[in-house]
C-alpha cells in the first residue's frame, strides 16, 4: 500500500470517528446533567456518583443498531444474576467495550494491509470470531465460578443443617458468606422456600436459570421443606446424602471443563489462522512464478478462496458447538418464529405442511432425536433461510469471478518471446495490446477492422507484429464479450442452494454423540429427583412427573402431552410416553413408574440408588472417553482450513501451471519432431 493511500483511508477513518465520537460526547454530558436534575436519580438527596458504565449503558442502548447486541449480552448476564440489573448493565457494557476495542484494532490493522474485497472480508469474519469467542470465554470463566462457589455454599449448607435441623436457616446462614453470583442464586432460593408465592417464584427462577444443579438443589429443597426430610436404609439424612452426591457431580463437571478448556486451547486460533495468509501465499508463489497470476486471479482461485473461507466458517462453528453444553436457543426460535409469523411466510410454510404432513413428522421426530429445539416449521424455516444465503453467495461469487476474468484478460500480459523480439518490444507491444483492447472494448469490432486501425495508427510498426497484436486484441475481446452469467451457472447456484439447505441437519447428525450424552444426563437428573421422592411417603406418580418436566429439555414436550393425560388414563399416558421415546434408560425409569401402583414407589425404584451410583462411575470414566474424542474431532476439524489451504491454494497451482507448461513443452518437442 502506497503513502497516498495510507493518508486517504486515516482520513476518512477520521472523518468517520471524530463526528460520532464528539455526538457520544454530547449526549453523554447531557444524560450525566439529566441524571444530576432530576430527584428520581439521587439517593438521601444527596448526588449518585458519577458511574460512567451505567451512563454509557443507557445512552447506547437506545441507538437501533447496538441495543440488540446489548441485550444478549445482559441476557447472558441475567441468568448469572438474577435480580442485579445495574450490575448486569454494568458487566454487559464493559464486556461490549472490550470487544469493540479488540474489532477496532484488528480492522485497523487489515485495513492498512490494503481495501481489497479480501481484506474486507477478513475483516468481519475475524470481528466476528473474536466477538464470539471473547464472550464464549467470559461465560464460560463465570459459569466455572458460579460452580465452585456452590460447591463451598453446599458445603456450608450441609454443616449448618447437621447443627440445628432447620433448611432455610441452613440456606440463609451459608448465603451470608456466599459471594456473587452465588448469593445471589442462593437469595432466590432462600425467598422461594420462606415466601407464601413460593409457587410462582419457583416458576419464574427455573424458567430463566439453565443450570441443573442449582435446579437439583431447590428441587431437594422444596420436596424436603414440604415434606420434611426422612432417614434413607443406611440411617441417614435424606438431604445430607443428595447434598453429597451433588457435590460429587459438581466436582466432576468442574474437572470435565477444565479438561475440555486446555484440550480445546489453540485450537481455534489454528481454525481461523490459514485464511490471514491467502494474499501473502498468492504474492509469493506469483513472485516466484509469475504465470500464476492466471490461476490466483482467475475462476480457479476466487472459487478455491472463497471455499475456503465457507469451510473455515463452518469449521469454527462446529468447534464451538463441541465445546460448550447444548442448550436451547431462545433468541433463534424467536426471530424465526415472528418471521414464520410474516402473512406470506407463513401462507407459504400452512401449504407445504398441508401439502407433506407425513415428511413434517418424520422431521419432527428427527429433531426431537437430535436435541433440536425448534418447531418443525421453525427448522425448515432456518434451512431455508441457509439456501437463500448459499444462492446469494453462488451468484455473487459467479459475478466477482466474471469481472475478475474481465480484468484479467484485459490487463494481463503476454509473452512475445516466441516472436523472436526483444524483451523490452515484447512488453511495449503488450501495453500496446492493452490500450486497443480498452479502445475497442464493448465494441463489435472484427478482426480484418482491428488489423485496419493497427495498420493506420502505425504504433506498431513491423507487419508481423501488427499481426499478432490484432490477434491478441481479438481474442481478448471475445473472450471479455464471453464473460457473462450463464444458464449452467444459475443451475450450480440452485444446486449450491439445495446444498445448503442441508447444512442445519447435517449439523445436527455430527453432533449426535453430544445428544446421547446429554439424554443420559437428563435421564440422571430424573433418577436423583426420584431417589429423594421415592423416600417420602406422599409422593406418587403424578407428582415425579410433575418434577421430571421441571428438569426435562430434551424429553420435556413428551413428559408435558403425559403430564397432561396422567389424569385421564395414567396407564395409558405412560405406555404412550414409553413408546413415544425409545431411550432405554427413559423407558427403564416409565417402567417403573408403571409397576408402583402395585409395589410403591420405594420398590418400584429400589434398584435406582444403585444405577446412580453406578452412573457417577461410569460417568467419570465416560468423561474422559468423550473427553479425548471430543478432542480428536476438535482438531481433525481445525486442521481441516490449514490442510485446503496448504494443499489446494500453495500446492495445486504449481502442480497445475507445471502440468501445463510441461504439456507445452512436449508438443513443441512433436512440432520439431514432425
Known sequence: MDNILMIRIATGLLCFFVPIILFLIFLLRKQIEYRETYSIFLKDKTKVSRDYWYVLYDLLSRVIVIRAFIKRLTERY?????????????????????????????????ILFGGTWYYLLLSVFYLYVAGNSIVFWEEGRERKKLLAQFDIFLSEVRENYQSHGILDEAVYEA???????????????????????????????????????????????????TYGDTKTEGGRSLLLVNVAHLRQEIHMEVLKRSKIQYLFSGLTFVTVLPVLFLKAIENWAVNSLPQLVNFYSGTAGILLMAVIFLVTFFSYQLLMALREERKPSQREAVLLLALGNRKGIRQILDSYQYNNYGKLVKKQEFLRLHGENLAVRQFILKSVLFSIAGFLICILLSFCIHGANRKLDLTRNINYSDSAISEEKAMAL??????????????????EEITRVIEKEEKVKEKYLQRIASEDIYARLKAIGNEYFKWYELLTAFAVAWGFYYIPSVRLLLLKKVRQRDMEDEVFSFQSIIVILRNIKRADTAIIIEWMEEFSYIFQSSIRECNRK?????????EELKEKESFRPFCKIVDGLQSSDKLGLYKAFEDVEQERNNYIDKRALDNEITIQEKSILGKTIAFVPFILTVGLYLILPFVTEGLNMYKVYMEQLNGLGG
Open 430 to 447: 503488450s501495453l500496446t495490446v492493452i490500450n486497443y483492447t480498452n479502445k475497442f472494448l464493448g465494441s463489435n469490432i472484427t478482426l
Open 78 to 110: 441475567a441468568i448469572l444474576y438474577p435480580g442485579e440489573e445495574r450490575l448486569i448493565e454494568k458487566k454487559a457494557i464493559k464486556l461490549t467495550v472490550k470487544i469493540w476495542c479488540i474489532d477496532i484494532v484488528i480492522m485497523a490493522i487489515l
Open 175 to 225: 448465603m451470608q458468606n456466599a459471594d456473587k453470583p452465588l448469593k445471589l442464586h442462593a437469595g432466590c432460593i432462600y425467598d422461594i422456600l420462606t415466601s407464601s408465592e413460593s409457587e410462582r417464584k419457583k416458576e419464574e427462577y427455573l424458567s430463566y436459570i439453565p443450570d441443573k444443579f442449582l435446579k437439583t438443589f431447590l428441587a431437594l429443597c422444596l420436596i424436603i421443606n
Open 566 to 574: 396422567l389424569s385421564i388414563n395414567e396407564r395409558q399416558a405412560l
